[in-house]
């Protein structure tokens, strides 16, 4: 019997486990991908906003503004990266404008930063701003970082903690027992005193399993980027248009790594696990970017992607418990700004639901710091030099183009919330993601694995489950 059962292994799902597992519960994740951090978590803008864009009186705007304040520590304290690039609202003409008034009203209130700028002020920063520009605000704390990485740090922070992950798990039916729920899945049965459900778009399906009282619809809204080569010097702040019907709009924006994304679009789609990107999308996103900006070097995109956002008839968070599933938590509708909000939400959830339900006091030992890997690009040269000293692999190049080292993918593979496939040991260490996307790497990360997990070639996967790469020998 377990204590809590999360559906859902994405930013919020895994920073609510690493809450958890500071107390004397037991507690386990279940996630129908095969790894953590594979939905929306895995593509959107990247962008910690600061909380001056959701409406007033809403938990978006509440959650919004705290968990932006509390990620520069927990980034630290789990060990991955946070770099505060800073934003612009760029208005083209005065009906624009009159929203930057309402916008800077709201930043001013919640305590958040804020500066009017001319395009001629602006234009001295960033040289690529379009003429369509008449003036700005700036947002000077807005940061950015790798959403999965944080994703997966805080899994296996709770993982260090005692919470269990079963990947590869689909919830299939939640049965209402007593005091107790009985969660059914594809990977066995679960019996639980609470669920806490971080379903993402699947979330009303979830939520049905036990009331039929859920308030809301979802429609996924997918979104398509594309992805400039690094050291493009196109952008350095993130750009944001005056934000329309549609969301934040098509924006510019640096990455911590020095890619820049452009993008997205936003468009309604039926399917909750579509995430191709289509020429018509990307046609919009490059046509929308030249709204508020000029020279965007397309000759320079390396690749595309596209994602989906839980978007919701409430236009809000919903996080409630219902009258009829008393102990079943939904953690729902959480679009943007949900990435900025995870840590907000994460601790709302332990203190409205969790710390109310049980008495349980915290351990004696446990811990919310995890310890950077190691990133041989970090390193001095002295740093580089004793690293493959102690263990020749760290000299041994498997991806030129990020500069990543047999030892950094080993390394991946074997920490606790460790890489499975191709796209595992991609999201944790990089290896792919640069200008020849795996051309030369993948062939050897696939070795890599293969020997790694001791397991033949052919059964490496790209993703998990049936995504095999090679089928078998030809010769």
Known sequence: MYDVIII?????????????????????????????????????????????????????????????????????????????VGSYVAACGEEEEKHLVVLKDRALRRGIAVEEMSYEEAHKREKNLSENVTSLLYFPETAVIYPWEVAIAAMENAMVNGVELHLDTTVKNIVKKDDMYVVETDNGTFETKMVISCAGTHAKEIASMVSDDVPYDITPRKGEYYVLDQNTDFVHSIIFPVPGVKGKGILAVPTVYGNVLIGPNSAYCSDKDDVDHTTEGLSEVKAGIGKTMRNVPFHKVIRNFAGLRPSS????????????????????????????????????????????????????????????????????????NDAIQKNPLYGKI????????????????????GARSIKGVKKRVRPGMGRCQGGFCEPLVAKILARELGIPLEEVTLDGRTSEILKGENR
Do not use: W
């Not at 906003?49 to 932006?68: F, R, S």
């Not at 990020?402 to 030892?407: N, Q, R, Y």
């Open 8 to 84: 859902g292994a994405g930013i919020t799902g895994t920073l609510i486990a690493r809450q958890l597992s500071c107390y004397d519960l037991q507690v386990a994740v279940v996630e129908r991908c095969s790894d953590v951090a594979d939905g929306a978590t895995m593509a959107n803008s990247a962008i910690v906003h600061t909380g001056y864009d959701p409406e007033d009186g809403t938990l978006k705007a509440e959650l919004n503004v705290q968990g932006a304040r509390i990620y520069k520590e927990l980034c630290d304290d789990l060990g991955c990266l946070y770099k505060v």
């Open 398 to 417: 498997i991806c030129r183009c990020e500069v990543i080292s047999e030892g950094e993918i080993v390394d991946c593979i074997h920490q606790l919330c």
């Open 313 to 384: 008839t409430m236009h809000d968070f919903v996080i409630q418990e219902y009258p009829d599933a008393k102990h079943f938590i939904d953690v729902a509708c959480i679009e943007s700004p949900g990435l900025a909000s995870a840590p907000a939400i994460a601790q709302y959830v332990m203190e409205h639901f969790v710390l109310k339900t049980f008495s349980s006091q915290k351990k004696e030992s446990f811990t919310l710091k995890r310890k950077r890997p190691l990133v041989m690009d970090e390193l001095s040269v002295e740093e580089r």
